[in-house]
């Protein structure tokens, strides 16, 4: 699936760098629910309502836009199982016209149909498809301080950094040393309360999606959190036993709690890329002949029908490209490491392209 979503990031990256003139691109999103003669009705009908638009070269655009739409809507006899996407369009550079033509099928139901005609495609649709739908969330705490991470796949997310004023620790003793204590926990409260309200706003509505909740931090303050920050049941019961201890709550503190989440949350993609690579990096150590790393090794492996893997990092979109293309050919598996990752990093180091062997 993260290959799939690649390449749908890929086309959506080129779709997203044309820009037209006034309405000369024309977006179509057909969802599987949509019948196929219902489609194409409409789009005779916008075609004969083309020819009120005013201006003569719009009017052109749009006409030979949704006439190229309504060609391909007659050959496919019917909508495709996730619906069928249109990005066509005229685009004007240097005094010459290019035709943009491009079909997608998308890796998830497109949701409703739309119809848009504009400067540039309309790809949100596409682009949220490309966003994993599962998501775990990193919450870490220090007394007064909480910042909040969504890990998407293999992409960490900072969404929230909030610092709450506790009152510090006195020296004090007696009545005012205990009474200053009590005001101390009290304001600890009212923080964990905070997070707690912080937490259900941004996840209950989208709870279904949310595949797990870890605490990090500092581990007191997030069992304490935990016990008296009036979390709603439903989020309480994905939060995963362990709590990570992290000295920096921050954005940086995310990405140490991001390493160790991997190893906890097993149906993780970051677990599976973590695996993935200790796996390869076993066998290079104790020298096995079924890895090998470097684009040029790992070209000549894979024309060779050798290669059951490769392990390519996202940086550089041209050479996932290649690999993607040529391993279709080749009955190869490509795995895509996020840049983000330790494993990931690793890898660069190697080339950016490594791979396991059949033989």
């Not at 279904?208 to 016990?227: H, P």
Request: with cysteine.
């Amino acid at each position: 699936m993260e290959a799939e979503r690649q390449r749908l990031r890929r086309k959506v990256h080129q779709l997203r760098a044309h820009q037209g003139r006034h309405s000369s691109f024309t977006t179509i999103y057909v969802p599987p629910t949509k019948n196929l003669t219902d489609t194409i009705s409409f789009v005779k009908a916008e075609l004969a309502g083309a020819e009120n638009i005013k201006s003569k070269q719009n009017r052109k655009n749009v006409s030979d836009n949704l006439t190229a739409i309504l060609s391909e809507l007659t050959k496919i006899g019917s909508i495709p199982e996730n619906g069928i996407a249109f990005f066509y369009g005229v685009k004007e550079e240097g005094g010459t016209n290019e035709e943009i033509r491009e079909i997608v099928i998308p890796l998830s139901p497109i949701s409703q149909f739309s119809y848009i005609c504009g400067r540039e495609f309309n790809l949100e649709e596409l682009e949220d498809m490309t966003r994993p739908k599962s998501l775990v969330v990193i919450v870490l705490i220090e007394g007064g301080k909480v910042t909040v991470g969504y890990l998407r796949g293999k992409h960490m997310e900072l969404i929230r950094d909030e610092d709450f004023f506790i009152i510090g620790k006195t020296r004090a003793g007696g009545q005012s040393a205990k009474r200053y204590d009590r005001l101390r926990d009290e304001k600890m409260v009212e923080f964990f309360k905070f997070v707690g309200r912080l937490l259900n706003k941004l996840l209950v509505e989208n709870l279904e999606n949310v595949d797990a909740i870890v605490l990090g931090g500092n581990t007191i303050r997030a069992q304490e959190f935990l016990e008296k920050g009036d979390l709603d049941y439903r989020l309480r019961e994905k939060v995963a036993e362990k709590i990570i201890p992290v000295s920096i709550i921050d954005e940086t503190g995310l990405y140490q709690a991001m390493k160790e989440a991997s190893r906890i949350l097993k149906e993780t993609e970051i677990y599976a890329e973590r695996q993935a690579w200790d796996a390869f990096m076993g066998d290079l150590m104790k020298g096995n002949a079924i890895v090998t790393y470097g684009k040029k090794e790992v070209l000549e492996a894979l024309q060779a029908g050798r290669v059951r893997t490769i392990l390519v990092i996202e940086d550089d979109m041209d050479l996932v490209d290649e690999f993607m293309n040529k391993a279709q050919t080749y009955g190869s598996e490509v795995m895509v490491f996020s840049s983000q990752t330790e494993s990931g990093a690793q890898l660069k180091s190697f080339g950016g392209v490594a791979a396991r062997l059949r033989w």
